[in-house]
């Protein structure tokens, strides 16, 4: 119905009488409830989180081949080029691994700690950037009855699970595709558990972080100066320990959380490449968790109340 | 005595920075359960400003916002529950559809999705917007993005509605099916809070104005009032077919005039108030009358006389 039509359907007598509300059912609860007499305006927290979460699932599904495309291409390709053929054409970095591992096992928790890692970052923090910065759309969401950082939390708790989805995503790509034998073997699930739930949180709210900092127009700078060297360095394609040889930058690295998500799930998926030790990645990885969750809150409530 | 709902009282807002802007430099007034309130004021006279901490989305340099009795600044949560707001842009989900966006605002409000899905069908009908369930908010006219906002924003039955600038951009029969919708809900008892800098949107909608400037209020009354305050209710200028000095002291002696003033080709004369135009006509029907026109007084005129300039529009 155009404006016109609505004018001339006059609005008043659709509106405001009582006669013809009563038709409409339920519609004079509308009128009472305006009048403050039926309503109680009570406050609860975890129903608006929920609601809020229920709202980031809704876009989310309404979006799940393209997410799940997006998120399985780059690491499918990779491990189709270096794991599948490059063995198959004779070309291939064993590394200096030895020890009889392939490439393929080093590859299985990189890929997947990648893929887990970009993934909150991307879904929390590309849409933010443009919802703080150009659309606005966040000031309905900002007036729903809680504490804004409760809203900025929603978002890491929600960048977290897509974060968890990418890395089941991957998992079975980078076990089944590549043709070198994938040595994985889990001797530790609560470990496991505990890793990638920190991953996941950490990508989250990495994602909250870089959304409320990012200005929209400098999101392609963001990629160049940020996420390709996260990940090219992050012990992806190689163990950390394997770095000796160029100690400065074994060292360098280790300013990068990538690399305890990467060192930490070659622990727990895959025991026998050399990895950090346990106490070491989970240090580094729940300071890192600490010191992002702060800050996006913090970075957050900041933009959405001046 | 009348409901309060809305108290602000000596608000101060300076945004820090290289150069901080003194958007708004202690402003106070009160709003009445049931009133339309117009905060009218030309661009950066800090409208926006006040809007944004009453409804807890900038925080004030000093202080406070009082909304259904419960502190805006210090209970922020308590307070959201009781209003709604319609911000300067379109802020509909552009993820969601029309349902959708009335759907999860209800779900932010604590709604079961049963409650909501209700609501939100309800809002649907109430706004006449069932044809439209399915569309995405950017392929909505403006007139109806408004509307869906308005729907949204009383979804959770507000007893205080904020608009900031409902019409700017909207085409004249969009402007005036919202001012319909905006008086439909006053009927029903939502107090409206409405920043405007259209002078005929104040007067139309608006109980009461406050002018805004320099992030001050210069004057707060009922549009009737601020216009009487020029001095005059009523112009009416009148064209004779042959002016008299005569006939001119004979209307300035009648007592619905207040005063007389000859232009070029015509009389302009100053009313008592506007129920006096029928009998200074019918005078000057009997001195041969040719041409009349009515000129009521506008609050542009009120702002150009309390501030010296023309809005900017
Ligand atoms: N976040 C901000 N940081 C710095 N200055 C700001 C900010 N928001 C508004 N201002 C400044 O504060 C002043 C008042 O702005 P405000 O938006 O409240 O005005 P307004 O009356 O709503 O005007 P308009 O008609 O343009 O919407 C302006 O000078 C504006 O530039
Ligand atoms: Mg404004």
């Given at each position: 119905m155009t404006d016109q039509d609505f004018v001339n359907s006059g609005v008043d007598s659709t509106l405001t009488k009582p006669s013809n509300l009563d038709q409409q059912g339920s519609a004079p609860s509308f009128r009472t409830a305006l009048n403050g007499t039926t309503i109680s305006y009570k406050v609860s927290s975890g129903r608006t989180f929920y609601g809020l979460m229920a709202r980031d699932l809704r876009v989310l599904s309404k979006n799940l081949g393209e997410f799940a495309s997006r998120t399985a291409m780059q690491p499918f390709l990779f491990v189709f080029v270096f794991a599948y053929l490059f063995p198959k054409i004779g070309q291939g970095f064993s590394g200096s691994v030895g020890r009889n591992i392939s490439f393929a096992t080093i590859l299985v928790p990189g890929l997947v700690g990648v893929a887990a890692t970009m993934s909150g970052i991307m879904a929390v923090g590309l849409p933010l950037a443009i919802d703080l910065?150009?659309?606005?759309?966040?000031e309905d969401r900002a007036m729903?009855?809680?504490?804004v950082w409760l809203i900025g939390l929603e978002k890491i708790v929600f960048g977290a699970i897509q974060s968890l989805i990418s890395a089941l995503i991957v998992f079975p790509l980078v076990i089944l595709i590549p043709s070198t034998p994938v040595q994985v073997h889990v001797a530790n699930w609560p470990l496991l558990i505990l890793v990638i739930f920190l991953a996941c949180l950490i990508s989250g709210a990495f994602g909250l972080t870089l959304g409320s900092m990012v200005q929209p127009v400098k999101i392609g700078l963001m990629f160049s100066l940020l996420v390709l060297p996260l990940t090219m360095l992050g012990c992806i394609y190689y163990p950390w320990s394997s770095l000796s040889s160029v100690r400065w930058l074994q060292i360098a690295v280790?300013?990068?959380?990538m690399v305890y998500v990467s060192e930490g799930l070659r622990d727990v998926l895959t025991p026998a490449l050399p990895h950090m030790a346990v106490w070491a990645f989970l240090m580094a990885l729940m300071i890192t968790a600490a010191v992002l969750l702060f800050a996006g809150l913090k970075l957050f409530t900041r933009r959405v109340m001046s | 005595m009348k409901e309060k709902v809305l108290q602000v009282v000596e608000l101060v807002k300076t945004y820090t920075g290289l150069r901080p802007v003194h958007a708004v430099r202690g402003i106070s007034f009160d709003v009445m359960k049931g009133e339309i309130f117009g905060l009218l004021g030309p661009n950066g006279a800090g409208k926006t400003t006040t809007v944004g901490i009453a409804t807890t989305r900038v925080v004030p340099t000093s202080g406070t916002v009082l909304v259904d009795s419960v502190n805006a600044i210090s209970d922020p949560q308590n307070a959201k529950m009781r209003m709604g707001v319609v911000t300067q842009f379109n802020t509909l989900d552009r993820s969601l559809n029309v349902r959708e966006n009335l759907y999860y605002h209800c779900r932010y409000f604590g709604y079961s999705s049963k409650e909501a899905k209700a609501r939100a069908d309800e809002l649907l009908e109430l706004f006449q917007l069932t044809d439209k369930v399915k569309s995405k908010p950017i392929d909505l006219s403006g007139g109806l993005a408004q509307r869906v906002q308005l729907a949204r924003a009383i979804a959770h039955y507000p007893k205080l509605l904020f608009l900031d600038e409902p019409t700017a951009g909207l085409d004249p029969q969009s402007r005036l099916a919202l001012w319909e919708v905006v008086k439909v809900l006053q009927e029903q008892g939502v107090t409206v809070i409405l920043t405007t800098h259209y002078m005929e949107e104040a007067d139309v909608l608006c109980d009461r104005v406050a002018i805004v400037d320099h992030g001050k209020i210069l004057k707060v009354d009922t549009p009737e009032n601020l216009k009487k305050s020029l001095g005059a209710s009523t112009f009416l200028d009148l064209k004779f077919v042959e002016t008299t000095t005569d006939d001119l002291s004979k209307i300035e002696a009648?007592?619905?005039?207040l005063e007389i003033e000859q232009l070029t080709d015509r009389v302009r004369i100053s009313l008592k108030?506007?129920?006096s135009v029928a009998i200074v006509i019918q005078k000057a029907v009997t001195m041969g009358l040719k041409d009349v026109s009515i000129i009521e007084p506008t609050l542009e005129s009120v702002f150009i006389k309390l501030t010296g300039r023309e809005l900017r529009d």
């Open positions: 910065g150009v659309t606005k759309e966040i729903a009855p809680v504490p280790l300013i990068n959380p | 009648m007592d619905e005039v108030d506007s129920d």
